[in-house]
Nanobody
Framework: VQLVESGGGLVQAGGSLRLSCAAS????????MSWYRQAPGKQRELVAT???????NYVDFVKGRFTISRDNTKKTLYLQMNSLKPEDTAVYYC????????WGQGTQVTVSS
């Protein structure tokens, strides 16, 4: 399975972006997908997870601002990010909760103050 993230960019604080993660290859059986992010000098961290049958989960620092969704027919995962803050600046990646697949190149999100 290959993962390709897109949709990042430069936005002012308070703005919005919608990220996409397109999966190719044998995606049959993938039950859950997650978004991660990695800021400069920091470890990669989980942001949100969308799981078949159990809904969605978010880490506290994005609750109420980010929304994860998936379109299984298009093999695409989305992350709608609203009310962006400078501390959201990072490279965003997608993968399973178990980090099963090779990481894609990520998509850079930069939020200016």
């Amino acid at each position: 399975v290959q993962l390709v993230e897109s949709g990042g960019g430069l936005v002012q604080a308070g703005g919005s972006l919608r990220l996409s993660c397109a999966a190719s290859g044998d995606t049959f059986g993938i039950k859950s997908m997650s978004w991660y992010r990695q800021a400069p000098g920091k470890q990669r961290e989980l942001v949100a997870t969308a799981a078949d049958g159990t809904g969605t989960n978010y880490v506290d620092f994005v609750k109420g601002r980010f929304t994860i969704s998936r379109d299984n027919t298009k093999k695409t995962l989305y992350l709608q990010m609203n009310s962006l803050k400078p501390e959201d600046t990072a490279v965003y990646y997608c993968n399973t909760p178990g980090r099963t697949y090779s990481w894609g190149q990520g998509t850079q999100v930069t939020v200016s103050s």
